[in-house]
């Protein structure tokens, strides 16, 4: 394959920092792009040339696909990462990309719309031997008929779930036959105004669950391998908030089939490149199910990089220059423990409402000792209502989880934020409640015990 010289990040934030920064180590040249409202952002003066890529709201700047190929061609760039979140997960551009002769950081284009579809990525997960919660057929809009039966079948509460969703967007909850419909109406039209398909499907609802995922980096040609897992379930609103590598307290045979099946899915789908395969854990049955299968890098990946020493990122750009050779499982070791916090400009004591506004100071403990922080925000830099209101991840790394977690609560201490309301004392009390410090962790952790009065 040709080699990459200058790659052209396809996103924004703390990701495309995080991606040039990899991309400098290997001495690849980097292209930023922004919209006009991050014109002053810190990912386009750290990149080695930046482009405006059009207004402020995302349809007409990082959504634009066309736009973004052709400043590739402008540049001479060689092959487009397009980070997380934005179109990273399109295989409509995907296949513009490689059809525009540039290398994809990224699985193949196939692969993304089989697991992007979240019916036929259970297909798959059932045919490859891993288990599959029970769930219903995919519901256009307008073709709901057999819904209720369908419901009744997997027993309620169930989930309604966007068929093209991701990421915790796009799912809610039906207690009972008479709350059916409209949830599904409800979640439709959200589905259809995220993601262009307003198709949905039911899910069995687990009460007591854990959102456990298995870091997988695929090679290709139907060999796999996993870095280990990672707990995620300190959420609200089904968006992850804590994060820890490895999962703590998970009985050791769960753990291990977990990420066989993970490996066993990234194989089956003859997988290239950094995925993650989510599962929920059923805390009361002692099992777990497939979810999803994310297929592109994961906003936590840092607390796998923390407890491997692996650089995810290197590793993503040397497969798509077809730099990477297969590696044996038992090359890779995990040692120690990693908790990962998202900032958010945010209200907790407002149902977590953004808090967007102009950052007046900003100040990070420094990193150093089993300390990371991923950021792109600086003092009078803004936070604007158009993208996600993610300001920084602190990730902290001990020999075990108390000292982990006991670092991460001293970094958060420290964090100066002036000009935005932030969740950072909202994350210091999760750090501190007994359930949480005693590794009893539920995916309603949050709103069953921590809801601000």
């Not at 139907?222 to 968006?239: E, I, K, M, N, P």
């Not at 149902?351 to 150093?368: A, D, K, Q």
């Not at 920084?392 to 935005?420: Q, Y």
Request: charged share 25%; hydrophobic share 45%; aromatic share 6%.
């Amino acid at each position: 394959m040709p080699e990459i010289r200058t790659l052209l990040v396809a996103n924004r934030g703390e990701i495309a920092c995080r991606i040039i920064a990899t991309c400098r180590q290997m001495g690849i040249r980097t292209v930023a792009i922004y919209s006009e409202a991050d014109a002053g952002a810190a990912h386009v003066s750290m990149a080695d040339e930046a482009h405006l890529v059009g207004p402020a709201p995302a349809r007409d700047s990082y959504l634009r696909g066309d736009t973004i190929i052709d400043i590739a061609g402008k540049t001479a760039a060689d092959a487009i990462h397009p980070g997380y979140g934005f179109l990273s997960e399109s295989p409509d551009f995907a296949r513009a990309v490689t059809a525009a002769g540039l290398i994809w950081v990224g699985p193949d284009a196939g692969v993304i719309e089989q697991m992007g579809d979240k019916e036929k990525a259970r297909t798959l997960a059932r045919d490859a031997g891993v288990p599959v919660l029970s769930g219903s057929r995919r519901f256009a809009i307008g073709d709901l008929d057999g819904i209720e039966e369908a419901a009744a079948e997997i027993g309620y509460p169930v989930l309604v779930k966007a068929a093209c969703g991701g990421g915790g967007i796009g799912m809610r909850r039906a207690d009972d036959a008479t709350a059916l419909r409209d949830v599904v109406a409800k979640t439709q039209s959200m589905a259809e105004r995220l993601f262009g398909d307003g198709t949905v499907y039911l899910e069995r609802f687990v009460g007591r669950a854990r959102h456990v995922e298995v870091q997988v980096f695929g090679f290709g040609d139907a060999t796999a391998v996993h870095l280990f897992d990672r707990d995620c379930s300190v959420q609200r609103r089904f968006q992850k908030v804590i994060e820890e590598a490895p999962a703590p307290d998970l009985p050791d045979p769960v753990r291990a089939a977990m990420r066989a099946a993970a490996v066993q899915l990234a194989a089956a789908a003859s997988y290239a490149g950094a995925g993650t395969v989510e599962f929920i854990y059923d805390v009361d049955r002692g099992d777990f199910s497939f979810l999803e299968m994310n297929t592109r890098i994961q906003v936590e990946h840092p607390a796998t990089e923390m407890t491997t020493g692996i650089d995810l990122v290197r590793w993503q750009i040397e497969q798509a220059g077809g730099h990477r050779d297969p590696i044996d499982q038992d090359a890779i070791v995990q040692t120690g423990h990693a908790v990962e916090a998202r900032i958010y400009a945010e209200r907790p004591e407002k149902n977590f409402l953004p808090s967007p506004g102009t950052i007046e100071t900003v100040s990070w403990p420094e990193e150093r000792g089993g300390l990371r922080i991923d950021h792109a925000v600086r003092s009078g830099d803004t936070i604007t209502p158009f993208y996600d209101p993610m300001i920084a991840k602190v990730i902290a790394f001990g020999p075990d989880r108390a000292s982990a977690i006991a670092r991460l609560d001293t970094a958060l201490e420290a964090v100066r934020i002036v000009g935005v309301s932030t969740n950072v004392e909202f994350l210091r009390r999760v750090l501190a409640a007994p359930d949480f410090r005693g590794a009893r962790l539920t995916t309603t952790m949050i709103e069953d015990l921590l809801v601000p009065a």
